[in-house]
Every structure is written in structure tokens, then in C-alpha cells.
């Protein structure tokens, strides 16, 4: 079955504007539809940061200042959104349609931001986020991420680029281990109408370059071609496959995000959090 449903977690943020074309970008080929989530905080929620602070006045001058902010950053996420709508050319609806052409829908609730993005996430094929600061685990935005990517179990689109088109060429960062052969599977459907399939053997120093030909094999079965190419890795592993991958003219990086654990990963500098923090063509990334 192919990709029918997106959704892109917005925040307000001049950042929205990416993960919206990049989503659109995505949806286009399959004639999906893109839901666009913005969740309110609940105003109760800013009380959990005045401990100690019981004036009535001043506790309700903190709800009031996030209530003004989620306004705010809400009418500037919708604004954002029916423009990318108009650029992308595609179709406004209020509830969401499938099959028929590119289509989206606005969706508004209240909670907590990381565990109602993740919980919409269960019922999406793909998930897309814009820019994502490098230091991982301190806003929502980051934390709505992991947490999609980790406990959902749901592949995630990211990128900050303002793309109009992508997945002509792909480009796929192999080591052989698990989260990289669930980013292929998750990402089968734009492998298959990939024009070409370049497969980034990484190889650490002091190691042999991951093996490829039973993943060529498995391509080739689902009627994808791919060429292989070592890349002997040294500093920044994410950053290396992404130049590898433009200078081979690629669009779109396929990659494993946290092939071990995210508190191991986030300790010692793993590829995932390179990969975030230089995001430099769309990644496509499953745990």
C-alpha cells in the first residue's frame, strides 16, 4: 500500500514552512493527504513552572501570557500553512479525502505537544518535521520527534529546505544494522519511483565497509536498481553521507536514526544527532 497520510507538527515558527513543502513534496507522487497538527498548550501547564508562586494575580497573568502566545503562534502556523497550500497547488479540505489528488486538513488541540504529536503520529504514514536545533532533548519540537520516532515506531521526513519536488535519486546510508533495514522498508514506496537508488556503504575506521549485495538483491526484488559506494567515514558520519549524497546528485537521504540507544547516541555522538543537526537535503529516517 502506498503513502496515503502525512502529518507535519507546526509550531508557529519560521521553520514550518519547510516541513510543510517537504511534506507536500513527499505526498504529491502518491496523491496523499497532509494533515498540518498544532497543538495549544494547556495554560494549566504554566503553573507546573511557578513553584512557590501563589498569588492568584500572578498565576493568572502566567495562563493569560500562554494563552496570548498559543493565539499567536497559532494564527502564525495557519497563515503559514494556506501558503504553502497555494504553492504547492494543493487542495484545502475540511476533513481529510484520499486517492484523489494532493490534499490537507487543519487540525487544533489542546495538550501536552510531544505526547499529542506522538499519539497522532500512531495513525500517519510518515511524519515530517522542519529544523530541529542540534542539541537534542530540550524543546518540545525535539522531544515530539524522539518520541515519534522511538515509541511510534512511524518513520520521520526531515528537512529545512523549502523543496518542491524530491526522491528522483535517493541516496541510502548502510551499516548493516537494524534501524537502517526499517528505514528501507519504511521508505520503499518512494525507493520504488526513485529514478536511481545509491547505496553509501559506511565504512569506520579500522572496520571493512558494511556488505551490500543481499541489499541489492532485496531491491532488486521490489524492481529497484541500486549502484553501491563506499564512504570511508572520519569526524561526523551524517554529515559525510549527506555531502557523499549531493556530490552523486541525490535529493533524499534513507538512514537508521538511533541504531543504538537514544541516551548512548546522545552521550557519545552518534550519526543520528549529526544527521539533525545538518540537515542538508530531506532525511528519511526510522529506528
Known amino acids: 500500500m502506498s503513502l496515503a497520510k502525512i502529518l507535519v507538527p507546526l509550531r508557529g515558527t519560521d521553520h514550518d514552512y519547510a ?21 495549544r498548550t494547556d495554560p494549566r501547564l504554566a503553573l507546573s513552572f511557578a ?35 497555494t504553492e504547492a497547488g494543493a487542495r484545502f479540505v475540511k476533513t481529510p479525502e484520499f486517492g484523489g489528488t494532493l490534499t490537507c486538513s487543519w487540525t487544533s488541540v489542546g ?28 524543546t518540545e519540537l525535539e522531544n515530539a520527534f524522539m518520541e515519534t520516532l522511538m515509541q511510534c515506531g512511524k518513520p520521520v521526513l526531515l528537512s529545512d ?10 541516496a541510502i546510508g548502510w551499516d548493516g544494522r537494524l534501524a537502517a533495514s526499517r528505514a528501507i522498508s519504511a521508505g520503499m514506496d ?9 547505496i553509501l556503504k559506511v565504512q569506520l575506521p579500522g572496520h571493512n565497509a558494511a556488505q551490500a549485495e543481499q541489499l541489492m538483491a532485496y531491491l532488486l526484488a521490489h524492481g529497484v536498481k541500486a549502484n553501491q559506494h563506499t564512504v570511508e567515514t572520519r569526524g561526523d558520519i551524517g554529515e559525510q553521507l549527506q555531502s557523499v549524497a549531493s556530490q552523486l546528485g541525490c535529493d533524499m537521504l534513507v538512514v537508521g ?11 557519545f555522538g552518534g550519526v543520528t544527532e549529526d544527521l539533525v543537526a545538518y540537515t542538508h537535503l530531506p532525511i528519511l529516517m526510522a529506528h
Not at 496570548?68 to 494564527?75: G, H, L, S, V
Not at 518542491?164 to 535519486?169: I, K, S
Not at 518512494?190 to 545509491?198: P, R
Not at 541504531?259 to 546522545?266: A, K, L, P, Q, V
Open 19 to 39: 516541513a510543510l513543502a517537504t511534506a507536500f513534496a513527499a505526498g504529491r507522487p502518491f496523491k496523499a493527504h497532509v494533515e498540518a497538527l498544532y497543538v
Open 51 to 85: 513553584y512557590g508562586i501563589t498569588a492568584p494575580a500572578v498565576l493568572e497573568q502566567l495562563m493569560a501570557s500562554t494563552r496570548n502566545d498559543a493565539d499567536r503562534n497559532e494564527k502564525a502556523a495557519r497563515e503559514t500553512l494556506l501558503a504553502a497550500v
Open 111 to 138: 495538550g501536552r505537544y510531544p505526547e499529542t504529536v506522538a499519539n497522532t503520529a500512531r495513525y500517519s504514514d510518515l511524519v515530517c518535521f522542519g529544523h530541529l536545533p542540534s542539541s537534542l532533548g530540550v
Open 161 to 170: 529546505t523549502r523543496i518542491q519536488a524530491m526522491g528522483d535519486r535517493i
Open 190 to 198: 518512494f525507493l520504488e519511483k526513485a529514478k536511481a537508488v545509491e
Open 257 to 267: 536514526g538511533y541504531g543504538h540507544s537514544w541516551i548512548g547516541e546522545t552521550l
